[in-house]
């Protein structure tokens, strides 16, 4: 028999519907009987008890809200009579005692990685575009144009061949309608490479290097280094107009303090000391090519599980997130870092109301101390312009069922698992130390799968409830969907489907390890997810400001 409600906690005093319940029906939980005083769409929760205004609103066995109101038992949580709330935090002595889940299951399991000079292994064999200035952006576009094309990378021939096809529709006065959009399917990028050990080129356009402020081009002169650097990139190139706020001397001062032994192919092409954008563009190409032909010659070998970097990211949340992909998905980041990898967990304002769980996790003192500094700043920042992490969750997040940014942080803080938190990283710092790591990023999807790249993940698992085609240059990014549903409609983006544990049809624990299994072959390079193959490259840089 399916569940229809589920209580995740014990001392939560509400209940989340897994399927629509009707107003006025009966049902019964625990042995309690419920009469339902709204309907309840699936993914929203009701009342337990009568609720009295300031009544505290617990979920996840913590505070997430407090009632507005007075709701009767059995009435539908909503953004009228449900305000967020959150327990303040502090800091307490280290006495986490973690159990670690059993992974005899793949002990001395390995995947097929670039092993690269510093030890570090990719999961990706990349050759990356860097430009110091959005200046360079049509030159990047250029270029990107000419060598995906001429290489195999491009994945737009599909949309070309169905433009083509509506223009011969149009010139024969045929009706438009008859050209059929469902002809177009995904691309193989690897089908036609002219070099088959490059994954591909990718190419960072962005907004930022200069007419900000300085900080502005400081920090993202670190980010770009930390691209440079990332395990999966092979070679770079670098182009830059010559007067802008972010000087090349000052990238690669940047790229030097982080790996002072960077070792990779760098060409670097400045467009004022070019003769001409032609020869610009021209060498660009063919120094790059160059490079390529040496890269291609770099193989996968076997590197332990150990050697994975996983990035752990939710967006187009939804109700059956924190219940079943993010948990599932925490579940993996248990698996690996009790085999001795690596796990970032990041979006800061989505961490508003598991502060203490996770400072009570976090192993070392300092560590500790410096993610309440950098929570208690980031949050003073948004209210200092009239908002705050309790304005975080979107429309369709609470259309969804997340109605309080404490619902929606505590469930996103799931995709973390349970481990000893080993260290936190401020924007751009790298990883350095297996286990979990706490990343300063904002909860904005990109803006949050760009600073975990930068903190060296090699791959990153990111949840959605209503679907998402955000992906990242240099980190192959796997979709997770929490419901059948998504998984069915948008399956030209999905790559996994936690579905089946709101169907009572997998525990966590197994999805978990089914996760971990995708996560192995992937990083092999065995099956290619959703957002590689369309080529979504998405890239934000942070400029510290407010965005939430």
Partial sequence: MVTRILKIHPNDNVLVALQNLAKGETVIHDGQEYILQDDIPAKHKFFMQDMNPGDHIMMYGVLVG??????LKGGLMDTENTKHASDPFEFRPY????????????????????????????????WLFIPTVFCENRNLDVIREALHNELGYAV???????????????????????????????????????????????????????????????????????????????????????????????????????????????????????????????EAIRKTFIGLTEINKIERQ??????LVLGVKCGGSDGFSGI????????????????????????????????????????????????????????????????????????????DGLITDAIKSTGAAKKGGTSPVED?????????????????????????????????ATLILFTTG??????????????????NALTKRMSDIIDINCGPVIEGEKTIEQMGEDILEYCIRAASGE???KAVLLNQDDFIPWKRGVSL
Wanted: glycine content about 8%; proline content about 6%; some cysteine.
């Fill in 302 to 307: 076997p590197a332990p599980l150990s050697k």
């Fill in 527 to 529: 099956v290619i997810p």
């Fill in 424 to 456: 936190v990283l401020d924007y751009t710092e790298p990883a350095t130390k297996p286990g979990l790591n706490l990343v300063c990023t904002p909860g904005n999807d990109v803006e949050a799968t760009t600073g975990k790249a930068a903190s060296g």
């Fill in 324 to 399: 079943s992909a993010n948990p599932a998905v925490g579940y993996t980041s248990d698996l690996l870092v009790a085999l001795g990898g690596t796990v970032l967990l990041a979006e800061f304002p989505e961490l508003c109301g598991a502060e203490q769980q996770l400072i009570d996790r976090t192993k070392d003192e300092t560590a500790a101390r410096k993610f309440i500094q950098l929570m208690t700043a980031y949050n003073q920042s948004a209210e200092n312009v009239g908002s705050g992490f309790f304005m975080n969750p979107s429309p369709g997040n609470i259309k």
């Fill in 156 to 282: 737009t021939d599909k949309y070309k061949s169905y433009a083509h096809q509506l223009v011969e529709a149009y010139k024969n006065g045929e009706i438009l309608g008859e050209a059929d959009p469902d002809s177009i399917g995904l691309a193989n990028p690897s089908a036609d490479r002219v070099f088959k050990n490059v994954d591909g080129i990718k190419f960072l356009n962005h907004q930022g290097g200069c007419g900000g402020t300085r900080q502005d081009a400081a920090v993202l002169s670190k980010l770009l280094a930390a691209y440079a650097d990332h395990p999966n990139v092979a070679g770079v190139t670098v182009l830059s107009l010559g007067c802008q706020n972010l000087q090349v001397h000052d990238f690669m001062e940047d790229l030097k303090q982080r790996n002072p032994n960077f070792d990779k192919p760098l060409f670097v092409f400045e467009q004022q000391q070019s003769q001409s954008e032609e020869q610009l563009v021209k």
């Fill in 66 to 71: 407090k009632a507005q109101h007075f709701i």
């Fill in 466 to 483: 209503l679907g998402t085609p955000t992906g990242n240059p240099v980190c192959p990014t796997i979709k997770v969907s929490t419901n």
């Fill in 95 to 126: 006495h986490y005692e973690w159990q670690a889940p059993d992974v005899a299951k793949f002990e001395g399991r390995t995947f097929n990685g670039y092993i690269r000079s510093d030890g570090r292994v990719g999961t990706a064999n990349y």
